[in-house]
């Protein structure tokens, strides 16, 4: 892939750069030419992080680092002097009692936090946001192969409540 619409070297953040989309961001901005400071939570563990170091321009372009969503100021360091910061970020359990407590108080904690750092950084010019899948489908629709999943389909908080669709549904691991 050419970098058309490049970075020249633009520098840009991307938080929990080990998840699945941030993974496909960090390819995409490194083919674009981009330099992407990635946090993760532990950059030691190749584990979690060999998928990343192994993408091309990897070696010349991408700074690992670990920071941690709860802690504020963990992202100062890695938000600094960047263009852009893509937070992609969020706690993830998947045993959970209190759903509010343990997985939405902590998600918007830890979005908090990123901006905040963003805030401190005279460099940033733009953050983006993305969500999670979670927040279209605990809603009570049926999905089917012919439903347009859209701004309507927002999961409805009482709903999840009522019905503990979010610990029932949650996806389990072996």
Partial sequence: MSNERGGNGKV???TG???YIASWLVKFLLQRGYT???SVRDPNDPKKTEHLTSLDGAKERLQLFK???LEEGSFDSVVNGCDGVFHT???VYFDVKDPEAEVLD????GTLNVLKSCAKSPSVRRVVLTSSMAAV????KPRTPNVVVDETWFSDPN???ETEWCRDNWPSFP
Avoid at 106 to 109: D, F, G, Q, T, V
């Fill in 12 to 14: 840009v953040c991307v």
């Fill in 17 to 19: 750069a080990s998840g």
């Fill in 36 to 38: 992407v400071k990635a």
């Fill in 67 to 69: 920071a941690n969503l």
């Fill in 89 to 91: 970020a969020s706690p």
């Fill in 106 to 109: 902590p998600a918007l904690k």
């Fill in 137 to 140: 489908t605990a809603n009570g």
């Fill in 159 to 161: 709903f999840c409540k």
